[in-house]
């Protein structure tokens, strides 16, 4: 089990990301990331889903690695919130039934943490947007193997590809796929002169110490 990169899309969707805006590069003035750290790219795949071909794009590419991997899946699950919508439109192309993990149970009426029915022994396949360190990702795969399901896998738009999140997806024995990754962006962003080669290299050193970057 490891995290894989769709060779076939993992060019077209870094280019059409960066093309709608929903993946930033701004080497001059750095993001903020919710950890704090600084960061010279930022991603928000969710604005993916005002651009219909590219939302076609992605929810086809998806379904299409779910078919040639996970062909036995019986349910497509999002974790909240941005895989939410990505895992209905992907449900809604297999025709499968569709569940998702909420980050923590509801305070109120059922007080559910998976939202949908999941049946014991049932095959799952979650969506994700982003695989930064997987934290969120693999809480709801925990959530889901506590309700008796069996986790098939895990389908993403995109990873940063960072050493903890490969050594926490082995650890939890989950098979990753991903539609594109941090390379391919970079060898995208480089083809399309979203940046010059200086910048290249300024980018590929917060890749490889992101919590100490500057």
Known sequence: MAIHINETTAGPVASKLMEIGAIKLNHEKPFTWSSGWKSPIYCDNRLSLSYPPVRTFIKVAMADVIRKKFGRAQLVAG??????????????????PFAYVRPKPKDHGMENLIEGKVEKGQSVVLIEDLISTGGSSLKAVTALREA??????????????????VTSFEKENVDLVCLSDFNHLLQEALSKKFINEDQLKYIKAWRSDPAQWK
């Not at 974790?79 to 499968?96: F, N, S």
């Not at 895990?154 to 590809?161: D, E, L, Q, S």
């Open 148 to 165: 008796g399901a069996k986790i098939a896998g895990m389908v993403a738009i995109f990873t940063y590809g960072f050493d903890a999140a």
């Open 79 to 96: 974790v909240a919130t941005a895989g939410i919508p990505q895992g209905v439109l992907v449900a809604d192309e297999l025709k499968l």
